[in-house]
């Protein structure tokens, strides 16, 4: 097998997107690869997993890491779902932070570029999202609050949803970027699996369609993927959505199964589509007490 060559003047590099939550670090991702990658609602905490996603182009090859939005936790999982994005800026070779125009550059992301700085002397880029909502905003007020911590290696106005300057956002990235070997093939777009994908899919759809607190206290489980052994040009999915309450259950399942019945076909149209086959799926509601605050459950579902 021949080595591939890589010219002395091709770039690659690890880029973490930070942010807090909801400020559009999965949309910012799925745009910038052309494909949904990581799944997006408009309530805050949807992202849980560290995603990679690669966009390699002839000159360079970046490996985006998305992670879960930056809070305040009260409870465990959310405890390590922030250690989780901490700890992707000590594989970054930039640090891309995420503000809402919106919402303006408020104490908390103070707070957390001082906490980022703390833990890397990695370049650092601002990416001012939403500007289609709101484009009013004082840039120089950002720049000044931001360098009386660290430097900064651009600040550049965008909107993930639209599309809108990421053509700038990559260029400021790729200057910063070194020079490096291709880490992934040309064709490899992310880390994410076929069964984790088919998970966050359905927990995407029971996060729209769900309202309160069952969204944040709930997980979707693949137990089954794989062809019906009667039918392999259908594929099998079986998974378990679990609640903490039993209450929440009876808010999943609905009035005679309706709700349950939604999310599942919602699903399974998106993940034929995904997929290009046949989907037979299968949803499934168990009850975990309180599992969102116990390491055992949450390493057995994959947050660890």
Known sequence: MLTELIPDDFKSGFIAILGRP?????????????????????????????????????????VFIDTPGIHKPIHRLGEILVKSAY??????????????????F????????????????TPLILA?????????????EIERKIRAIT?????????ALNGTNLDLLLGEII????????????????????????????????????????PYQSAVIVETFEPKKDNPKIFHIQANIIVARSGQKALVIGTK??????????????????????IFLELWVKIRPDWFKK??????????
């Open 22 to 62: 909801n400020v559009g670090k999965s949309t910012l991702l799925n745009k910038l690869l052309g494909e949904k990658v990581a799944i997006i609602t408009p309530k805050p905490q949807t992202t849980r997993n560290r995603i990679l996603g690669v966009l390699d182009k002839e000159n360079f090859q970046i």
């Open 87 to 104: 700890s992707a800026t000590r594989d970054s070779d930039i640090n891309l932070f995420l503000i809402d125009s919106a919402n303006g």
């Open 106 to 121: 408020n104490s908390e992301d103070i707070e957390i570029i001082r906490k980022i700085y703390s833990k890397s002397n």
């Open 128 to 140: 001012v999202n939403k500007i289609d909502i709101n484009s009013d905003i004082d840039i120089d």
């Open 151 to 159: 430097d900064i290696g651009a600040i550049v106005q965008i909107s």
């Open 175 to 214: 200057k910063i970027l070194p020079n490096g070997p291709r880490y992934y093939d040309k064709d490899f777009l992310t880390d994410v699996g076929n069964a984790q994908t088919a998970a966050e899919i359905i927990r995407e759809k029971l996060i729209i369609s769900l309202h309160q607190e069952v």
């Open 257 to 278: 199964g309706k709700r349950i019945k939604q999310i599942g076909t919602s699903a399974r149209i998106e993940l034929e589509k995904i997929f290009d086959k046949k």
């Open 295 to 304: 390491d055992k459950f949450i390493k057995e579902y994959g947050y660890y």
